[in-house]
């Protein structure tokens, strides 16, 4: 029987604590910190705690406050092959895109480790499915992506911000 | 560079050459010169003129774009409501000092450490001197500005991989950058090797500008010398009296400063926003806000989270709970509503627009930013280091190190700005980590230019922007493709909702654009109620 995400993400969290007081070395070993253009972590569980988790929290459970992020534990469309992946991608509303700074086995992982525990999808299966999404639309996104206006090292030039 | 073609040279030939040679931002400036360039909309103080005969409008958030709205609707006789979610006006117009209490999403709460006096602006904290908007609100509301150091030519440009991960100071990595390309471009058009339609007469005096810009000997040769150390700085600088000879410094090997890539930073200061003279308000950037309050505070409820805004063919509607409770709803009615409120909120608020506003609400994601305070007990980057405000740029997670633009040569502590990355993964990163973990971690990268970091940090405050409760992100991420499908779309104004903020301005991030998005916003509103 599958935990819960919940459940799940605390023992994840728990170690990543644990880990993390042991110094800067932790850099180096999950691929966090590591570049300013690309996340170079390769595994879906590290990638979801040092990315995902800036909004989506520790344990998927999202937060509140003037407005508010959605839990991802749960949710039964994250479960639907594509989506997830496109909403990485590509961003919705205000969650940016990450299509041009994940690569498509980044996305894929990740989006599988969001959505393990998530409906009935056979996870092999699921990971098929979302990596061959990925590979269609994480490309698209990074094309659309390289022309963000506010990109600090567009095209190797460096843009001004406040 | 050999070629065949001798038609004189264009202008897009001479700015794609002063591009290659001098980097893209002297090319900007050539651009500038040219007329090219942007410049500032701000016209001086905004003229309403008209009555507007009792007329109401609720203004949503008390940020710079709100406060704006509110001085001036209030003063030629609109009746104001505002409303806002924080216990304090503001918004990303920001500063936090000893004392402080910040709850980020998540439910870590730090508690800012700092000593009397010191501050850190988690938000913006410098103003070009061509954002014309918020610094005349500056003057007229008696807001005190210092300037901000963007460019000091002894703090550090650093890369890890590069000069064995010793920090080097700008004015070497400068100079000698801009004397070996000066040396090279000399050589070749001395040669004439750049066979290309320079006139002889244009040669003499590019050799003679080169000469000049590159601090080359007669020889056209950059080397260790006088004239080289009265750019870089001398091995040991000139002094008084006996032995008080100068020696002479030498240059960094070019190949050098090439592969280290620190090139990447030395153009920062020619880019237009990041210009001499920049200002930052003493005290903290607050102290804009501070200033607004005193003006107009009374118009303000605090703590009001907005859940719904209706609107019909006479009113606005705006429904709000407690922000700490999410209890007693309340709603205000006015005639019209300017709204500042962040997109990445708004878009999940009960709004009555349009599909093409709505649209435009949609489109917008929201940019990744983390921004970190450190105090030390003493002032070591003037007391060891000679440097006096200004920005250390580095390749490291941090990003750059911004000591304090004020209280020069002061004992005891001091506050710098020990990490600021935007638009970056290393922003989602320390976003995601426990506030501890990254103060932490920017404590660790530091002390690889500042060894005194081990012995001398105190404590510390880190902002990761999308963890910010009241606008979940930094900035409004337009695309070129959004902004052309959505922009106008989100300025229109839909039937009695108007939106202002850094959001609805290209600006976007910079408090200016606030101004500007706001005075934009008032003028059309206002000219439909006078006309109505």
Redesign the interface.
Known sequence: MAKTVAAWRHVALAMIVAGSTSAASAQSSDGSFMSSRRFMQRDGEVIYLTVCQSCHMAAAQGAVGAGAYPALANDPKLAVAGYSVLVVANGSKDMPPFGALLDDEQVAAVVNDATRDIGSLQMADNAVAEKSVAAKYSRKSARHVTKVSCRPELNGLTLSFS | MTGQRTAPMSRRRLLAMIGIAAG?SAMYQAMTTMGLAAESTYNGPIRLEGDPRGASVVILGAGVAGLVAAFELHRIGYKVQMLE?NDRAGGRCWSLRGGDRFTE??GFQQTCGFAKDLYFNP????IPYHHGGILDYCKRLGVSLEPFIQVNYNAYLHAQNAFGGKPQRLRHVLSDFQGSVAELLAKAVSQDKLNQPVTAEDKELLLAALRQWGALDPNYAYKAGVLSSDRRGYERDPGGGLNGEAVPSEPLPFAEILRSRVW??L??GQ????QSTIFQPVGGMDMIARAFVREIGGLIRYNA??TAIKQDDDHVTVTYVD?RTGSTPATVSADWCLCT?P???????DLDVGAPMMNAI?A?????AAKIGLQFKRRFWEEDEQIYGGITYT?L?I?QIGYPNTSYGSSGKGVVLGAY??????A??F????PE?RL??AV??GAQIHPQYKTDYENGIAV?W????????C?G?????A?KQHYENLCAIDGRIVLAGEHVSNI????EGAVLSSLDAISRLHRRVVAS
Do not use: M
């Open positions: 893209s979610y999403l998540g938000g913006p904290w410098r990447y930073r153009a920062l880019i237009y926003n990041f989270k907005v922000a409120i997109l990445s909120v708004l878009d999940q608020i949609n917008v994601p929201y940019g990744a390749d997670p990003w990355v935007f638009d970056s993964p290393y989602y990163e976003t995601a980590l426990p973990d932490k971690k660790e990268y990761g999308h963890r910010v409760p009241w606008v979940l992100g900035f991420r337009w695309t070129e493709e902004r976007p991030a910079w408090q």
